[in-house]
Nanobody, 128 residues
Framework: QVQLVESGGGSVQAGGSLRVTCVAS????????VAWFRQAPGKERESVAA????????YYADSVKGRFTISRDNAKNTVYLQMNNLKTEDTGVYYC?????????????????????WGQGTQVTVSS
């Protein structure tokens, strides 16, 4: 069983930066695809970015390309999301999610269903 714990959220002004972190416990972290999703108040949860197990393949939502960078350190069972040039529309609860290789397909990286494991989320608030 994999458990995910997010941290690093907070409040920042537009144009600023934050890094959120997801630490996993449990077996076989290095085999998992890990993604970040977010949910703003009154809106549906949306995908932000994902990273394959080796770290050499990443995916990004169009809204964050060029501003966010996802990375991982398998030795530390950790995935990072570096967020630069933040906008007010980036506000939301950021969730870390993980998918086993048996369930993951690149075409589905932005969908919720491949991800069996979810964290509790960390709040990111961007003010103007």
């Amino acid at each position: 069983q994999v458990q995910l714990v997010e941290s690093g959220g907070g409040s920042v002004q537009a144009g600023g930066s934050l890094r959120v972190t997801c630490v996993a416990s449990g077996p076989n972290f290095s085999s998992l695809t890990v993604a970040w999703f977010r949910q703003a108040p009154g809106k549906e949860r949306e995908s932000v970015a994902a990273i394959r197990r080796s770290g050499n393949i990443t995916y990004y939502a169009d809204s964050v390309k060029g501003r966010f960078t996802i990375s991982r350190d398998n030795a530390k069972n950790t995935v990072y999301l570096q967020m630069n040039n933040l906008k007010t529309e980036d506000t939301g609860v950021y969730y870390c999610a993980a998918a086993t290789p048996y369930l993951f397909s690149p075409a589905d990286w932005a969908r919720s269903h491949p991800y069996s494991y979810w964290g509790q989320g960390t709040q990111v608030t961007v003010s103007s």
